[in-house]
């Protein structure tokens, strides 16, 4: 166990729907950060946040959404789903300095 | 877009044999991590080496930079079943608050 718990774990659902995808950083980390690694993309960095705020953006589809609350924990918002959108988002978090990562066990998402 | 490309993408070889693999990246920067990823798990930060060293060694692992080449090397030594795995190289970000992943090199150790 890491530390980082992402929750569902598995979550199927259909073309056009909205899912969220949930996560907890390790006890005194204040960095989340979210991945997507699909077989064909490698690992995507999606967008970062410390604190609550917005620190750094990749290429994150205007479809997809990220919000880190005052209890630091984090949720990755995916609508209008698109087959394309299958893959594990990996959330991970840090306590800073050189951005030492430490994982979640992902959620992996499948788009019928 | 990756800022770091590993090289070979894949890689067999027999128990107790040495794994090398290579990362090469496209900015300077101030440090290089090493990740592995067992089939489908969370990635599991392995060594992070700073721009001033050149080497560093943890357990079975070493880790070389070349920051005038861009490049740096991971090296496992006598190798185990369960070292079998995606290796990725990481390198900071513009602005260093993002980590950018290579392409992973698979690691298959046979018994």
């Known amino acids: 166990d890491s530390g980082v718990t992402q929750t569902p774990k598995h979550l199927i659902t259909a073309t056009g729907q909205r899912v969220t995808l949930r996560c907890s950083p390790r006890?005194?980390?204040?960095?989340v950060y979210w991945y997507q690694q699909s077989l064909d993309q490698g690992l995507q960095f999606l967008i970062q946040y410390y604190n609550g705020e917005e620190r750094a953006k990749g290429n994150i589809l205007e479809r997809f959404s990220a919000q880190q609350f005052p209890d630091l924990h984090s949720e990755l918002n995916l609508s209008s789903l698109e087959l394309g959108d299958s893959a594990l988002y990996f959330c991970?978090?840090?306590?800073?300095?050189?951005?030492?990562?430490?994982f979640g066990a992902g959620s992996r998402l499948t788009v019928l | 877009s990756q800022q770091g490309e590993e090289d070979p993408q894949a890689l067999s070889i027999q128990e107790g044999e040495n794994a090398t693999m290579n990362c090469s990246y496209k900015t300077s920067i101030n440090n290089l991590q090493w990740y592995r990823q067992n089939s489908g798990r969370g990635l599991v930060h392995l060594i992070l080496?700073?721009?001033?060293?050149r080497e560093k060694h943890s357990g079975r692992l070493r880790v070389t930079l070349d920051t005038s080449k861009k490049s740096s090397s991971l090296l496992i030594t006598a190798s185990r079943a369960a070292d079998t795995a995606s290796y990725f190289c990481a390198t900071p970000g513009r602005g260093s608050y993002k980590l950018i992943f290579g392409s992973g090199t698979r690691l298959l150790v046979r018994p």
């Open positions: 080496i700073r721009s001033n060293e």
């Open positions: 991970a978090s840090s306590e800073g300095g050189f951005n030492v990562l430490t």
């Open positions: 006890s005194g980390d204040l960095s």
